[in-house]
């Protein structure tokens, strides 16, 4: 009887790495590209306008004397404006780009884009006016939800964006609350969160402190969970809902800021680039958002993912050039 020789012990390490390698690939194919489950939301939030009822004039009695009696026909109230309609607080006039590294204006959106510097860091602000809420939009790599990965310039690029900014991620999690331009994708709440009414309200929350189900009634059109919340009743929050590395270090940032209804802003901290940039602890980025005016600001996904891109340039210097995201923030286009 014949006995096979035994592999020699340099294949069996070899084979073993081939095999780890290819589970390896399915386990990035799977998680990361293919991403199985439903692409569909779970809902689409639409909010109910009542419009208040117009006036009907005053009926006038004739008198029984000969008396002249004059109608004074009741004057006809202005519209109230639909809910996500800024145009009454919508600047007009020549764009003040001053200073600025871009600049965009049309009838309904305006972008002024300005470059900061402290002593450990060099961030962009992009400044954001919009008539309509419709304009504040939101994209997912591959165009739908768990769609894989892609860079922000070229989900940006497929929309037709004219603004974009990496998003929260929201591809990288199976938890955390997940609406997109009115429709609600997941329903599991983690981590604090930042809501966009329809209203043109931004507001962020404390993970313990969130309800969806209020959020829903209220009309939420975008919401993120990533965090943390930037901005507590004005000031840095006396703590985060991160860990302490995240917390302290120096590092590329994302951020959005709200300043009022049909105003904001996207901030992008360049990092770990040594002399150019180290980027910002967390309690610099907050301090940053409060000078800024922000009322109230978000923590996005950063690190390499910090991306801001602009008529399809890359604004500023990214961490190792950027990397591919699940999803970004953007403005104009056709998301």
Same mark, same amino acid.
């Given at each position: +009887?014949?006995?096979?020789? /035994? =592999? ?7 084979? #073993? ?11 990035? =194919? &799977? ?14 939030? +639409? ?10 004039? %005053? ?30 607080? &919508? ?8 200073? @600025? ?34 304009? &504040?939009?939101?994209? &997912? ?9 892609? !860079? /922000? ?15 929260? @991620? ?16 997941? #329903? ?13 309200? +931004? ?21 993120? @969970?990533?965090?943390?919340? =930037? ?17 302290? #270090? ?29 980027? !910002? ?6 301090? %940053? ?45 056709? %998301?």
């Amino acid at each position: +009887m014949q006995h096979k020789k /035994p =592999l020699p012990g340099i294949l069996v390490i070899l084979l #073993d790495l081939l095999g780890i390698g290819a589970a390896l690939g399915i386990f990035y =194919l &799977f998680t990361f590209v293919i991403q199985p489950g439903d692409h569909q939301p779970l809902k689409s939030i +639409m909010a109910t306008v009542t419009q208040s009822p117009t006036p009907t004039p %005053a009926q006038t009695t004739p008198a029984a004397t000969a008396t002249l009696v004059v109608n004074t026909p009741t004057p006809t109230p202005s519209p109230t404006p639909a809910p996500g309609d800024f145009s009454a607080t &919508f600047p007009t006039g020549t764009l003040d780009t001053t200073g @600025s590294v871009g600049s965009y204006a049309d009838d309904n959106l305006r972008i002024v884009i300005t470059e900061h510097h402290t002593d450990y860091a060099v961030y962009y602000v992009a400044d954001v006016w919009v008539r309509n809420i419709q304009s &504040f939009q939101t994209a &997912f790599a591959n165009g739908k939800f768990r769609g894989g990965y892609a !860079m /922000p310039s070229d989900t940006a690029s497929k929309v037709g964006a004219i603004l974009a900014i990496t998003g929260d @991620s929201c591809g990288s999690s199976n938890e955390g609350i997940v609406i997109r331009n009115g429709d609600l994708y997941r #329903d599991t709440v983690a981590d604090d969160v930042c809501i966009l009414y329809q209203d043109g309200t +931004m507001e962020s929350y404390y993970e313990a402190d969130f309800n969806l189900d209020a959020a829903v009634a209220r009309g939420a059109y975008q919401g993120w @969970s990533f965090g943390p919340k =930037l901005i507590d009743n004005g000031a840095i929050p006396e703590n985060y809902n991160s860990t302490d590395v995240i917390i302290k #270090d120096r590092a590329p940032r994302s951020a959005i800021g709200y300043y009022e209804p049909g105003h904001y802003c996207l901030v992008s901290v360049d990092g770990r680039q040594g002399s150019y940039s180290e980027g !910002m602890s967390l309690n610099e980025l907050s301090q %940053a958002m409060i000078d800024l005016g922000c009322k109230d600001a978000y923590n996005l996904d950063g690190g390499q993912s910090s991306m801001l891109v602009f008529q399809g340039d890359i604004i500023g210097k990214p961490y190792k050039g950027g990397r591919s995201v699940s999803d970004i923030i953007c403005f104009g286009g056709n %998301a």
